[in-house]
């Protein structure tokens, strides 16, 4: 499965952001997804999960009660709403895709697949 991630811009603290990842194929639903991100100097980190049939979710702590990861099947995208931004949630953001483990995935090694990576910077 080829992941194509988009919506990442320059934001206000406070703001709000959609980051969309597309994914290619017709298996779309057999994958679970995650979000991680990586900042300037700093290791690549989990943001989010997401099971394949939707039904369960897992959120660092760092982006819990702010973040919310969704996805839609039918158009073999997964989201990752972005509320209360804070400067430090500024990094790369990353989509990741695996459909060899059931469940939740929070393990960056674990991920079969990754998308190219989308730029948020958020301004103090």
């Known amino acids: 499965v080829q992941l194509q991630a988009s919506g990442g811009g320059l934001v206000q603290a406070g703001g709000s952001l959609r980051l969309s990842c597309a994914a290619s194929g017709r298996t779309f639903s057999s994958y679970a997804m995650g979000w991680f991100r990586q900042a300037p100097g700093k290791e690549r980190e989990f943001v989010a999960a997401?099971?394949?049939?939707?039904?369960?979710?897992y959120y660092a702590d760092s982006v819990k009660g702010r973040f919310t990861i969704s996805r839609d099947n039918a158009k073999n995208t997964v989201y990752l709403q972005m509320n209360s931004l804070k400067p430090e949630d500024t990094a790369v953001y990353y989509c990741s895709a695996d459909k060899r483990l059931a469940g939740i995935i929070t393990t960056i090694g674990l991920y079969e697949y990754w998308g190219q990576g989308t730029q948020v910077t958020v301004s103090s």
């Open positions: 997401i099971t394949s049939s939707g039904g369960n979710t």
